[in-house]
């Protein structure tokens, strides 16, 4: 599997771009920059974008990518996918004719260049060429983590979420994992707005690692760019040798 890291961090900063990876060249995992980091051509491959909640900074770009696809008149469309309430916050609260156009109806409503998905909790689906299950994780609004499997190599991906449970629970036992695609958002200093938030500082996150099934490569991901070198010293003590912070514009094979 190979999965391509389009914005790593959470918000926006001078050559920080917010969260979205591209899996197998089809497939955005989140989805907070798109042309930002990508091709024309490369945008037109795109099929799916499996959203795990409706952040802005996970979402963003595909305000953006509708809009490329709209003007490129390939036939090219991609299909907004995940959980239910997800799906419907895009669906109604941003591609509603206000906020952004509804181009689930553009240029025609027979041939759109947005479509919709919504996904059941908890079940294996297939997406594409990959198998994917969103399960709950424990974020201010609906969030799901996903294990996304393509039949050989898997990850398992956070979403953005706080000290969870369901996740490591659903993933123990799978074959072919082969890493663990975690957020961290704040320094340890600011542990009571992670707590608010839910997000996770690498003190919290040192104790999900005992919480997860097996001994995976840890990436990390949603660093907030103010806080980046902070954090990466945090990390560092955390003292695991199985934790590193994701680089942007990297392609990782897994
Ligand atoms: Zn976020
Ligand atoms: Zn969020």
């Known amino acids: 599997m190979k999965i391509r890291v389009l914005g790593a961090f959470g918000g926006e900063g001078l050559g920080h771009r917010p969260s979205a990876f591209l899996v197998n060249d089809r497939t955005l995992l989140d989805a907070g920059t798109v042309s930002g980091a990508l091709t024309v051509s490369e945008q037109l491959a795109i099929e799916h974008a499996l959203i795990s909640h409706s952040h802005l ?16 008149e390939t036939g090219a469309a991609v299909t907004i996918t995940g959980i239910a309430p997800v799906v419907d916050t895009l669906r109604w609260g941003v591609f509603n004719n206000i906020l952004w156009p509804d181009f689930s109806k553009i240029p025609h409503a027979d041939v759109p260049v947005v479509k919709y998905r919504t996904l059941v909790e908890d079940v294996e689906q297939r997406l594409g060429d990959l198998w994917v299950t969103p399960i709950q994780v424990n974020h201010t609004v609906p969030t799901t983590g996903f294990i996304i499997h393509d039949g050989s190599t898997g990850v398992i991906y956070s979403g953005d979420t706080g000290p969870t449970e369901a996740l490591w629970r659903a993933a123990r036992g799978l074959q ?26 690498p003190a919290l996150l040192g104790r999900e690692l005992d919480k997860m099934p097996v001994n995976l490569p840890v990436l990390i991901y949603h660093v907030k760019p103010q806080f980046h070198e902070e954090i990466a010293e945090e990390l560092e003590r955390v003292g695991s040798d199985r934790v590193a912070i994701l680089d942007q514009d990297r392609t990782y094979a897994v």
Do not use: M
């Open 57 to 72: 900074d996970h979402f963003a770009g595909l305000a953006y990518l509708a809009e490329t696809l709209g003007f490129c």
């Open 176 to 201: 072919g994992l082969r890493a663990v695609i975690l957020e961290c958002a704040f320094p340890n200093r600011l542990g009571p707005l992670a707590e608010v938030a839910k997000h996770l500082t």
